[in-house]
């Protein structure tokens, strides 16, 4: 190799060191949701693999969640992926969109803002539709991004509640609350 071919080699490893670092780097996009309750106690509704237009008992685990999230006062909902059986959305005009979403999640608790990531199902289809603010404008609830931070400040000990909900074959809800490094466990099963 040249002298001249290796001082370019070396300048272009600089470069995309320099480039790949900086991308990692970057700040994650944050949303602040900060616990709006006079106790300073947050609860957290967490699910997953559900997007099946309410069926396989995405209804029944929605309605569920709807009961907690009232009990509980929900803040918000995160969505952990998965969200559109069985190849995501197609574009953002999809049907599935608010045949699994909006008109599934109705109940009044659920309207909350929903922080939502990708799984591997949505990336069969349109990601780009997920990721779309045209959605967050079909359903004000819906936010969907690659990765991201929400920061809910310092949270009192004991007072975080997190439920979270993953569809199996049957039905199968659980909601865990922690208290004092106690753990509470409900769960309701249909198999």
């Not at 109705?106 to 929903?114: D, F, G, I, V, Y």
């Not at 997920?130 to 809910?152: M, Y």
Request: with cysteine.
């Amino acid at each position: 190799m040249s002298m001249k071919n290796s001082k370019y080699t070396t300048l272009l490893m600089v470069v995309y060191t320099l480039v790949t670092v900086s991308s990692v780097a970057a700040e994650l996009q944050r949303f602040d949701h900060q616990p709006t309750k006079g106790d300073g106690s947050l609860s957290i509704l967490v699910v997953g693999d559900w997007g099946r237009r309410g069926l396989y008992n995405q209804s029944n685990v929605a309605f569920q969640m709807g009961k907690v999230g009232e009990k509980y006062d929900a803040d918000f909902i995160i969505s952990t992926g998965d969200n559109f059986y069985e190849d995501g959305l197609l574009d953002e005009e999809d049907d599935l969109f608010v045949e699994s979403f909006t008109q599934v999640y109705t109940a009044p608790s659920l309207q909350k803002q929903w922080y939502s990531v990708l799984g591997n199902h949505d990336y069969r289809g349109n990601a780009l539709a997920q990721l779309s603010p045209v959605l967050t404008q079909k359903d004000r609830k819906w936010l969907c991004l690659r990765s991201f931070i929400v920061n809910s400040g310092l949270i009192k000990k004991g007072s975080l509640l997190f439920n979270f909900w993953k569809e199996q074959k049957g039905f199968s809800v659980w909601a865990s609350k922690f208290d004092d490094n106690k753990k509470v466990i409900v769960s309701v099963r249909d198999q």
